[in-house]
């Protein structure tokens, strides 16, 4: 299962980006898709996570300015990101975990950088 990101860029301080990530491949099911981020000389963190069902949490960090969600038709996970900080600036990978029809699979998308600043 290939996960593709995309939507990441440079912004300043205050705005707002959207990320997007698409899975492909043959899927059966899909359980929980999250984004984690990296900023440089730090380890991989949890920004967000949705279910199947829709329940989400949230790294406190960025709680009521990130909003995840997810079309499960399209097999894709979003994240809104609105009231971006300096501190936000990182690599945003994706994740998805479920099932293919032969066992499950745990996948990461590429990386999409996002750059917050003036």
């Known amino acids: 299962v290939q996960l593709q990101a995309s939507g990441g860029g440079l912004v300043q301080p205050g705005g707002s980006l959207r990320l997007s990530c698409a899975a492909s491949?043959?899927?059966?099911?899909?359980?929980?898709m999250g984004w984690y981020r990296q900023a440089p000389g730090k380890q991989r963190e949890l920004v967000a996570r949705?279910?199947?069902?829709?329940?989400?949490n949230y790294a406190d960090s960025v709680k009521g300015r990130f909003t995840i969600s997810r079309d499960n038709a399209k097999n894709t996970v979003y994240l809104q990101m609105n009231s971006l900080k300096p501190e936000d600036t990182a690599v945003y990978y994706c994740?998805?975990?479920?099932?293919?029809?032969?066992?499950?699979?745990?996948?990461w998308g590429q990386g999409t950088l996002v750059t917050v600043s003036s």
């Open positions: 949705i279910t199947s069902g829709g329940r989400t």
């Open positions: 994740n998805a975990d479920g099932r293919v029809e032969y066992g499950i699979f745990v996948s």
């Open positions: 491949g043959s899927i059966f099911s899909i359980n929980d």
